[in-house]
Structures are given as C-alpha cells and as structure tokens.
C-alpha cells in the first residue's frame, strides 16, 4: 500500500505591495494559490507603518477564501523587522517570510522572537544572497522553516551581474538551491519575472524553472497568475493519466507483483508515486470548489 501524502499546491505565489490598498482588495478574486503580502522591498521606508496598519486591516476584513496568505517582514537588523514579526506573529495568516537570511543565528534569532509571543506561524526564508546559495544546508533545514524562496533580483543584483531572460547566468545558484532544498525536504519557489507585461518570456522563464524542480513561482502582477498555475499545475489529462496509473498499480500489489503495466508502459514503483502526488495535487484543486 501506498501511504497517504498531503499536497498543497502552491503554483503561484503573488507578491502585493502593503502598501497599495487597491491590490490589497483585488487579490480577493485572484487566482493564485499564494498571497505574499510585502512590507520589505516594495514599500518605502516612510510608508512602512502604513503598510503593516494596512495589511492587518485588510486581513480583518477582506476574505482571500482558499488563498495560502504570507506576510514578508522586513528584516530584524532593520528599524521594522521586530514590529512587523510581533504585529503578525499571531494574525490569520499561514506563515512568515523573512529576507536576506544567511545563517542560522538569523533564524534563531527569528524563531526565539516567535516563541516570545507564543506564534506557532511556519517560517519561510528567502535565498537571495551568494552566502545564502552556498550555504543553504547550515540553516534551510531548521525543523520551523517550511518553504524557501529565491530572491532572484536581489542575487542579480548581489552578484553584479544582469538580467537576463533566459537566466543561463543563474542557472547555477537555482539549480544548487533546488537540490539543497530537496535534500533538506523543504519546498522552494522560483524568483520573479521583473518585465511583467512580457508573457511569453514569462512562460518560458516559468517552464525552465519547472524543468529545474521549483515548485512554484513568486509573481508580482495578476496576469503572471494563469501561466504559472498552467505550468507548475497539471492538466486534466494529467490527472487522469495518474490515476490509470495509480489504479493498476494498486491492482498489481494486490496480486504481489512488483511492477505493473499500462498501454504497454512499464510501472514502477517511482511511477506511482509520482502518480499519487499528481493525483492529490488534483484532488486538493478539487476540495477548493
Ligand atoms: N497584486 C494585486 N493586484 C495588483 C498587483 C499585485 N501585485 N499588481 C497590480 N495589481 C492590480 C492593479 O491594482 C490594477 O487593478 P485595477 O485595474 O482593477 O484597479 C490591476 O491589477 C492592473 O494593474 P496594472 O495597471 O497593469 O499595473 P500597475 O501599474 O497598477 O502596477 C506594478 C504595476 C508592477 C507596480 C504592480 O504590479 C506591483 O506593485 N507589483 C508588485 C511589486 C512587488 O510586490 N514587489 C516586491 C516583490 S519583488
Ligand atoms: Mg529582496
């Protein structure tokens, strides 16, 4: 028997400024899976307070319905990060995401400061440093850290390189970055696309990032939200062929054989699993309505 697995998916990950009432409010019908509500990088600094004020009010009274909600702190060596994380640590939200983490008395230093206002959120990290590509493993595997996410415009910046769509230059840091992710047993998603009208550059940068193991892709504007919740998503089709897949999989277990067959495929064990994970990715899509 197979045992049974939890997905969430989480194709799509849109970022909102605090600051911007109008988007605060939009989100509320968008379809992307993962609302990051931001009080760092795209908030000014006189605008911080309002952004925080903002965001809890929001969250008091707007409804983002199924949408996995994450506020991004500013960092504790800023005037902002400790009021942020104590404003946040115990709202409605699904967990905390912080900046510019490089070690794990950054994270230490985080959790601890949770622990004070007795905040049982998950902590996300974002990796957008040199340090932070090369030394992921010391601190992205903390038992509290659920998800990691690249900061692609930061490392660019950080690395003195330059944007490029086809990201050949990055190619390195994300691939190392998913691999380290994977070892650990953390999910990871993929930076942002910066030229945000450019829609086919966006799906191949959001296919490349797919084909490198990403689960999913952060994302600043709603007209990114279809293509990465068709890229990183399965189709129909998909979803049935897994459980064609999964059905004689299950057939052939209980006959005791190791392995089964469809329209002349071979399926093996690292199949089905993969089947199943497609299969409840399906599944949990269905339970939103
Ligand atoms: N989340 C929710 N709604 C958004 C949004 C976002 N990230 N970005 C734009 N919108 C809304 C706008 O308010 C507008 O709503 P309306 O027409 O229904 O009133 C609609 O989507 C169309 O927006 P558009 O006019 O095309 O873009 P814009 O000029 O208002 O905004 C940006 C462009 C890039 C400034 C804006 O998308 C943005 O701030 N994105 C997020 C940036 C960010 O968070 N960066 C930090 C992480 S890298
Ligand atoms: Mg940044």
């Known amino acids: 028997m197979l045992s049974p697995i939890a997905v969430v998916p989480r194709r799509s990950l849109l970022y909102m400024p605090g600051a911007n009432a109008r988007a605060l409010e939009k989100a509320q019908g968008l379809d992307c899976d993962t609302i990051i509500f931001d009080l760092e990088d795209a908030v000014a600094p ?13 969250l008091a009274s707007h409804h983002y319905g199924h949408r996995e909600l994450i506020v991004r702190c500013n960092g504790l060596d800023t005037p902002w990060g400790q009021d942020d994380l104590e404003a946040f640590a115990n709202s409605p939200i699904d967990g905390l995401l912080f900046p510019k983490i490089e070690s794990q008395d950054q994270v230490a230093a985080i959790k601890s400061l949770l622990q004070t206002c007795g905040s049982m959120l998950p902590l996300w990290l974002m ?81 490349a990032g797919r084909a490198m193991g990403f689960d999913g ?73």
């Open 217 to 289: 892709k952060t994302l600043i504007h709603p007209d990114q939200v279809p293509i990465a919740n068709e890229v990183f998503g399965y189709s129909p089709e998909a979803v049935a062929q897994a459980e064609a897949i999964l059905e004689v999989w299950q057939e052939a277990l209980a006959q005791g054989k190791g392995v089964a067959e469809l329209d002349g495929r071979l399926i093996e064990n690292l199949h089905a699993h993969e089947a199943q994970r497609v299969v409840a990715f399906g599944q949990a899509l269905r339970r939103r309505g």
């Open 46 to 58: 006189d605008s911080k307070a309002l952004a925080r004020s903002q965001v809890l009010a929001a």
């Open 127 to 207: 990796i957008e440093t040199p340090t932070a590509v090369l030394r992921l493993e010391e601190f992205g595997g903390d038992e509290e850290v659920a998800a990691l996410v690249m900061g692609t415009s930061d490392l660019v910046k950080e690395l003195r390189a330059q944007h490029s769509p086809v990201r050949h230059n990055l190619a390195y840091a994300l691939q190392r970055c998913v691999l380290t992710a994977r070892m650990l047993g953390k999910e990871i998603f993929d930076g942002v696309h910066l030229d945000f009208r450019n829609l086919p550059e966006l799906r191949d940068a959001c296919e």
